[in-house]
């Protein structure tokens, strides 16, 4: 077998050097995510508006719809099928691959998907208060921020690989498209992994902590009793109870107001009866209520599927006592003392 050497009988420089990928840059990543970002949020309004009443009356079930089409979507273009390349990555020169420089199987683009949109579709998830025990509002935060930022973490400070928690887990990268062969791999440092596991320590005991006290702290107890009353009612998908204070432009003072947001799943709800409705069962059950200067009802009706979401809002406010007066007909000495504690 004849070699090709040089006229000084060496081998040329480009044959000696060995072909490694380089890894994309922080900034294409996150681009690449943004556009990637935009065009599935552009698809999910499409969706939306199509399909507004469907979506509205899914409630939580409409996040896992559009987590179904986001992890498609990414499962589809990061494997071999896609040839690792989804638009945001195609476009900033950007492909998934093995350490091999192979594009990945369509099961492991899947786990990896997975795992790094989970984090956002269970960001600001609107669970029903009442029903939702404070573990799973505590394991659904550790969640969001340690995997969700363990992953941004490691993207920006591991200089050497980049990889996410979700590429650690398949031993896949994300390198320069145009670049061939293998990729040059250095094991993260164990600093990085004594420092992520002492914030899931932190993060896990703070959760805890905080959900459970605030949990307990007047007057949550009561607002979430509130709350727990209001979905109880038909067409109530979700219930959210918080008391603010308000600077009044024409007195000067503060006004304290209990604010009920409710969302609803029914299109044909007489939403002015329906406040009136939300009133009457406040009223009657608590009473701190009349301890408030403005109790004001927000109806909100839309969806949420993660990629997309409309919300169309309609408010009632009025004093405790112009809502008994419109919805019990008596006057503040009229009505008898709850025993609801």
């Not at 009988?9 to 900034?27: E, H, M, Y």
């Not at 690449?32 to 469907?54: N, R």
Request: net charge positive; hydrophobic share 45%; charged share 15%.
């Amino acid at each position: 077998m004849s070699t090709n050497l040089s006229s000084h009988g060496t081998l040329p420089i480009a044959d000696t050097l060995t072909g490694l990928r380089s890894i994309g840059s922080v900034w294409r990543r996150f681009a690449a995510y943004v556009m990637d970002g935009i065009l599935l949020g552009v698809i999910g309004a499409g969706v939306g508006t199509a399909f507004f009443d469907k979506l509205s009356q899914l409630g939580l079930w409409g996040r896992l719809f559009g987590f179904c089409i986001a992890v498609a979507y990414f499962t589809f273009f990061d494997s071999r099928i896609g040839n690792g390349q989804t638009f945001g990555k195609r476009l900033l020169e950007l492909r998934v691959i093995d350490v091999q420089g192979n594009t990945i199987s369509f099961a492991k683009s899947l786990l990896r998907t997975a795992i790094f949109v989970v984090p956002s579709f269970l960001y600001e998830l609107r669970l029903p208060e009442s029903r939702t025990p404070w573990i799973v509002s505590a394991a659904i935060f550790v969640v969001v921020l340690w995997v969700g930022g363990s992953t941004l973490y490691l993207i920006i400070f591991d200089r050497h690989s980049r990889q996410g928690l979700h590429d650690l887990a398949i031993g896949s990268y994300v390198a320069n498209a145009n670049d061939t062969g293998s990729v040059g791999t250095e094991q993260i440092a164990k600093v990085q992994w004594a420092i992520l596991g002492v914030l899931l320590v932190i993060i896990s005991a703070t959760a805890g902590i905080v959900i459970s006290m605030f949990e307990e702290r007047p007057p949550f107890p009561q607002m979430r009793q509130d709350a727990g009353l209001v979905e109880q009612m038909d067409g109530v998908q979700r219930a959210h109870v918080r008391d603010t204070l308000l600077h009044s432009s024409s007195s000067g003072g503060v006004k304290k107001d209990l604010i009920l947001s409710i969302t609803l799943k029914s299109k044909s709800l007489n939403q002015e009866a329906f406040a009136d409705a939300v009133a009457r069962t406040i009223l009657q059950n608590d009473r701190n209520a009349q301890n408030y200067d403005q109790l004001s009802i927000l109806l909100i009706r839309g969806y949420d599927i993660g990629i997309a979401q409309r919300w169309n809002h309609q408010e009632f406010v009025h004093t405790p006592a112009e809502w008994r007066q419109r919805v019990l007909g008596a006057s503040p000495a009229q009505i008898p003392t709850s025993t609801h504690q």
